[in-house]
């Protein structure tokens, strides 16, 4: 079970709560507003079905800064938290952690307990915009990459268009020239066998009249 590193007083019953919770309200901008109220104001009770808990006024010992410290090392560990580079849970740690020491230092100082909660806000605000601005700029990059690998798509595509045209004419080329030499054989074939029966004409001529210079010696 994960424990808040800001301390709490016990729960109480909402309406025993009820008075403190408007002087909360009005704390910040009220020129006689106690300690109390002040805190209440920069760190918000807890309300839930169990009653109001307010931020505990009991300066913590040097034990319980130990124990506080040794509670941030299991919650870094226990939930897994990067050390180093953006990493949301350590910052939420980090964030529970400042609240307690916000809470120390107003008990001693109430004034520099509001500023240093002033400031740590703007710093989260600051982180929250930076995140921003990165998760905008993975976005960007990552459009980007798709894009150009898009365009690299794009261009293989056009380069197999412009290959598989150039293949068609080269193919062509080859179909005219095939039907040339195909053309040119038959003409030769045709040739080749005009001739072999003009020949084989000539010769059954050639035939005949022996045959028939044969027969007028044999009579």
């Known amino acids: 079970m994960r424990q808040n590193f800001l301390r709490y007083d016990p729960p109480l019953p909402y309406e025993d709560a009820e008075d403190r919770l408007k002087k909360a309200k009005s704390a910040l901008t009220s020129a006689n507003a106690a300690m109390e109220d002040m805190l209440n104001a920069i760190l918000p009770p807890i309300v839930s079905e169990q009653g109001v808990q307010f931020v505990s006024k009991e300066i913590s010992d040097q034990l319980q800064i130990l124990q506080l410290s040794q509670q941030l ?3 870094m560990q226990a939930r897994q938290a990067r050390t180093f580079g953006i990493c949301p849970i350590r910052l939420n740690i980090y964030r529970e952690l400042f609240d307690e020491l ?19 806000d703007n710093v989260y605000n600051q982180i929250q915009q ?16 798709q ?13 197999l268009e412009a290959e598989n045209l150039q293949l068609k004419r080269e ?22 066998k005009k001739r072999s029966d003009d020949e084989t004409a000539f010769l059954q001529k050639h035939v005949e009249q022996l045959k028939n210079q044969l027969k007028g010696f044999i009579q």
């Open 130 to 145: 930076t995140q921003v601005l990165y998760e905008s700029g993975v976005r960007y990059s990552n459009l980007k990459l």
């Open 73 to 75: 090392q299991s919650q």
């Open 102 to 120: 916000v809470r120390q230092i107003s008990l001693d100082c109430i004034e520099r307990g509001i500023l240093l909660k002033r400031v740590l």
């Open 171 to 192: 193919l062509n080329d080859i179909k005219f020239k095939m039907e040339g030499v195909e053309k040119n054989l038959q003409e030769k074939r045709e040739k080749e």
């Open 147 to 159: 894009l150009k690998e898009n365009q690299l798509e794009i261009k293989k595509i056009n380069d």
